[in-house]
């Protein structure tokens, strides 16, 4: 029986030494896995990295693989599980990867607490049927001009040209064009369509740039550069991510001196055209050779100056003096592109004679220097001879800003004493004369006006309407010719209206033909407008004069 527990206990310490030696240490373990070791140039794989244990989601670096792949964000995941009572957890990277050259690489090893996972050797090969750069992207710039003048600009034309098979572009980095000592500036918004180069579907972009010179010298401008990975998907359905790297163009630019025997004010152009035109009050072109207007009718100039190779503030401002028997207002100059890359700079000015007789309209010449013939011209505009008739009935709404400009200087006029002598006794009784007058002409009966005096109910919807449209389309000088005609035509209505309506008239001519102009806008007016148009003529007379 002794024997019998002595076997029995020492089995079972054979045993347990047996198991203790036999059961491994358990401790995590860390894997690396691709799912290709053998690929082509660009082409996408993946890397799986798996812990069995669980740790936050930074415990590896994957920045060391940035030498020689382009690395996606990793995708990182934990789980848990429980076996037949036994818990257990691990934490998984996957990220795809792209060689950045072709030939042999390595993903190197990793470590996460301790453990390290194995090096895994890469095999990149090129890929013959793979699209080049150019193919899928190109940048295309081009310099209209390498010679300049101070003050004179070069216009630079950025192109960039993204074909079908380019999906999706991604990282892109686009720099600017620069150019040491010289002036860039971008010209408006970028334009971008849709086009077939060689059979395929591209979408363009088209950037355009001012470059302007101040000194002379030699400069070099360095254009735009486009960095950044085209996702390709090929024939065969496989993605591949193919870098871009487009190195800018480089231009040089001479920049000569400014003449020494040039006279007047400095304006160089590879280009320059003056033209004018002339235009009625209702905006129909004139012949200027023969021209007859009434005081108070209006008149518009425009004058269109067109320059190849000068940016829009450096225009010049043209030099017309005007005669003093006419009020003239400018509009403010605009400026447009036209197709054939000039600038125009447009200027309409509205002439209105204050008097009769002969008037003429100045001339005007325009000194500039041809940068292409390398000499001075002369750019010139002929002026224009009015034969200007008395008007019977003059509307003060046609120029009210000329009225409150008097009206200013008078009452900023120093106040003049003089000896007055007989004429306070003259001017008295030129007075009673006056309202014996006035008395005998209200008791006489007040005088119909004829059909031809008075405006019929069309020609009144006409004049109205033509206003309103002129105000809606801001056709302002034509509006204030219009207004003269239609105020005519409601004689007899509410005053106070009238009155008001001449107000926001003197405003509108206020805000955009002063010196410095401002935003109007025509709600106020237009609704005045169609108040009195629906006004009845009042015709009940004063019967005496109101006693004082």
């Known amino acids: 029986m002794v024997m019998l527990k002595r076997r ?12 203790t030696i036999s059961t491994p240490t358990w401790a995590a373990t860390l894997k690396a896995l691709v799912s290709n070791n053998k690929v082509v140039e660009n082409q996408v794989f993946n890397l799986k990295v798996v812990f069995d244990e669980h740790v936050d989601s930074d415990a590896i670096d994957f920045s060391v693989l940035e030498n020689n792949f382009i690395v996606s964000q990793p995708r990182f995941n934990t789980s848990f599980r429980i076996i037949n009572g036994s818990r257990s957890s691990s934490s998984e990277w ?21 453990q390290r996972s194995q090096p895994i050797q890469i095999t990149v090969t090129r890929d013959g049927a793979l699209p080049k750069q150019d193919e899928l992207i190109a940048v295309v710039s081009k310099l209209d001009k390498q010679q300049l003048y101070p003050s004179e600009s070069a216009t630079l034309k950025v192109r960039v040209i993204i074909k079908r098979q380019a999906r999706q572009f991604k990282d892109s980095q686009f720099s600017e064009p620069t150019a040491q000592g010289l002036e860039i500036s971008k010209q408006g918004k970028d334009q971008q369509f849709n086009t ?50 487009i190195e800018p163009e480089t231009f040089m630019l001479t920049v000569s001196a400014k003449p020494s025997d ?41 004058i269109n100056l067109d320059i190849d190779g000068l940016a829009p503030e450096r225009f010049p401002n ?3 003096t005007y005669p003093s028997q006419l009020r003239v207002y400018s509009e403010k100059p605009s400026f447009t592109e036209l197709e054939n890359g000039l600038r125009r700079m447009t200027l309409r000015q509205v002439v209105i004679p204050q008097q009769s007789g002969e008037v003429a309209l100045p001339e005007l010449s325009l000194p500039w220097w041809n940068s292409l013939a390398e000499q001075q011209q002369t750019a010139y505009l002929t002026g224009l001879q009015l034969n200007v008739n008395e008007a019977p009935n003059a509307n003060p709404a046609i120029a009210p800003q000329a009225l409150r400009v008097a009206a200013e200087n008078m009452a900023d006029a120093p106040e003049v004493i003089v000896e007055r002598g007989i004429w306070p006794y003259l001017t008295g009784l030129f007075a009673l004369l006056w309202l014996v007058t006035l008395g005998w002409a209200l008791k006489r009966p007040a005088k119909e006006p004829t059909n031809q005096e008075r405006p019929t109910p069309s020609q009144d ?33 509410d005053v106070q209206l009238i009155k008001h309506i001449e107000q926001e008239l003197a405003e509108m001519s206020q805000a955009i033909y002063s010196e410095t102009p401002k935003d109007w806008q025509p709600t106020t007016l237009i609704k005045l407008i169609k108040k009195l148009n629906k006004s009845k003529v009042n015709t009940k007379q004063p019967s005496s004069l109101a006693k004082l």
């Not at 309407?465 to 004689?491: C, F, M, P, V």
């Open 318 to 320: 043209l030099p017309l």
């Open 461 to 493: 919807n006409d004049n109205s309407i033509a206003l309103l449209t002129s105000l809606q389309a801001k056709d302002w000088s034509k509006a204030l010719h219009l207004a003269k005609t239609w105020l005519n035509s409601q004689q007899g209505k």
């Open 196 to 245: 077939v180069i060689n059979g395929v579907e591209a979408t363009v972009i088209d950037k355009n740039y001012t470059i302007t010179a101040e000194n002379a010298g030699k400069y070099e401008i360095v254009s735009s550069a486009l960095k950044g990975t085209v996702i390709y998907q090929s024939q065969q359905g496989s993605t591949r991510f193919i870098p871009i790297d």
């Open 94 to 114: 996957v990220l795809s990867l792209v060689p950045k050259g072709v030939g042999n690489t390595t993903i190197p090893a990793f470590e996460v607490e301790g």
């Open 8 to 19: 029995v206990a020492s089995t079972f310490i054979l045993l347990l030494a047996c198991f």
């Open 262 to 302: 040039y006279q007047g004010h400095w304006l160089p152009a590879s280009q320059l055209e003056l033209t004018q035109q002339w235009f009625d009050s209702n905006g129909n072109p004139l012949n200027p050779d023969a021209v007859k207007l009434t005081v108070g009718d209006s008149l518009t100039r425009e």
